[in-house]
């Protein structure tokens, strides 16, 4: 069955510290992963989509890696802010990139960052 | 902002009336997608519609529709009204070719039944 697992459910850290969020999934065939970010309350906004071929995608502080061997992504956050505080959600794609079909969802890890 | 927009903001009804929801997509995107979020949940795929047509099915219940009109705007069509319905709906949008991997999401309609 096809998953995406994120881990941890939350997490508390202060601000200028960084953080690691996890995700597992066992989607297959892959297309490619994407990280949004939702503040609470608002729509979710796209921060990386990778595709099979890319293993690590930067946009500011947020860096995502891939691994598509052990089907394993991370999103680092680096010298956090409270803005940063958020929902963090991992959306897996099938082979047929674009169609919603082959979209899996994950849950999120909610991120409070403390000053 | 995504360049997506969805009315109303806030919509407050009664258990067993019918709503409609809509959405307008960023210029020039042909594809509109409908998520449900209930309170402390993930989002919930719903309908995906690309110039016209229905292209995929998600859980969407029958109590609900949509339909993407000839301008491409978007209506989701909720009857029958439960408790359980309450919840942030959102629309969001992607490129012209209904393949892009990139999805603008709208600022949500948040359904509260009572």
């Known amino acids: 069955k096809n998953q995406v697992e994120q881990s941890p459910q939350s997490l508390i850290i202060l601000e200028g510290k960084n953080c690691t969020l996890q995700?597992?999934?066992?989607?297959?065939?892959?297309?490619?992963l994407r990280w949004y970010k939702q503040d609470t309350g608002r729509g979710p906004v796209s921060l990386t989509i990778?595709?099979?071929?890319?293993n690590t995608k930067s946009n500011g502080r947020y860096t995502a890696t891939l691994d598509a061997d052990t089907k394993q992504s991370s999103l680092h956050i680096t010298a956090s802010q409270l803005s940063d505080s958020a929902s963090y959600i991992c959306v897996v794609s099938g082979r047929d990139g674009g169609s919603q079909g082959n979209l899996i969802f994950g849950k999120g890890t909610k991120l409070s960052v403390k000053p | 902002d995504s360049g997506v927009t969805q009315t109303p903001k806030h919509l407050i009804t009664a258990t067993g009336q019918r709503v409609t929801l809509r959405c307008s997509p960023r210029?020039?995107?042909?594809?509109v997608y409908w998520y449900q979020q209930s309170l402390d949940q993930g989002l919930q795929f719903l309908i995906q519609y690309y110039n016209g047509e229905e292209r995929a099915k998600g859980n969407i219940l029958e109590r609900f529709s949509a339909q993407q009109f000839p301008d491409l705007h978007s209506e989701l069509n909720l009857s029958s009204l439960e408790l359980g319905d309450s919840a942030l709906y959102f629309c969001?949008?992607?490129?012209?070719?209904?393949?892009?991997?990139?999805?603008?999401f709208g600022p949500g309609t948040r359904l509260t039944v009572t």
């Open positions: 210029s020039g995107d042909l594809s």
């Open positions: 995700c597992n999934y066992t989607v297959s065939p892959f297309s490619n």
């Open positions: 969001a949008s992607s490129g012209g070719d209904g393949r892009s991997y990139e999805q603008y």
């Open positions: 990778m595709t099979f071929s890319e």
